[in-house]
């Protein structure tokens, strides 16, 4: 591994995240750099539940697990496009997304978010998270569409000839 920094990656969940962390690890491997596959995740109740003090902890709990099963399934993911990449996985407890994936960028070479797929003319904007990652990261920033065309996952050279 080298020192200029980690490829990071922000995973929601969502179709276009699961492309940014295949394509994040495929250039994790070209550059043998480390992936720090990030997710954010808010505590903040919802105004019934913070009326009640036995509901709003179990909700708490649910985000952080929900946060933890995310990554486990992007670094798989990731994993399966280039097995030997070492992976970080990170879990932000933020309310502001763009935010904590730009602070995460810190000393790292490139951030791989995702972008939701619309068609027609919703297609040509970015996402606000997508937008406000390309303004304020402090490294480059790869913006990748949910759906890129009708091409097989991104496989890194090694792995596809397996």
């Not at 997710?39 to 952080?64: E, F, K």
């Not at 990170?90 to 791989?112: I, K």
């Amino acid at each position: 591994m080298n020192n200029f920094g980690d490829i990071v990656v922000g995973y929601d969940g969502s179709k276009g995240s699961k492309r940014a962390v295949e394509f994040a690890a495929a250039e994790a491997a070209a550059h043998q750099a480390r992936l720090r596959i990030v997710t954010v995740w808010n505590s903040s109740m919802p105004a019934a539940a913070a009326m009640s003090p036995l509901v709003a902890p179990s909700i708490a709990h649910d985000r952080a697990r929900l946060a933890e099963q995310r990554l486990d399934e992007a670094a798989v993911l990731a994993h399966d496009v280039a097995p030997d990449v070492e992976i970080q996985t990170v879990a932000v407890e933020g309310g502001n997304v763009a935010a904590e994936l730009t602070r995460a960028t810190e000393n790292s070479r490139l951030l791989v978010v995702g972008c939701r797929g619309h068609g027609s003319v919703q297609g040509l904007l970015l996402g606000s998270v997508s937008h406000q990652c390309s303004l304020h990261a402090r490294c480059p920033v790869l913006i990748v569409p949910a759906v890129v065309d009708d091409r097989p996952p991104v496989r890194h050279a090694a792995s596809a000839a397996q």
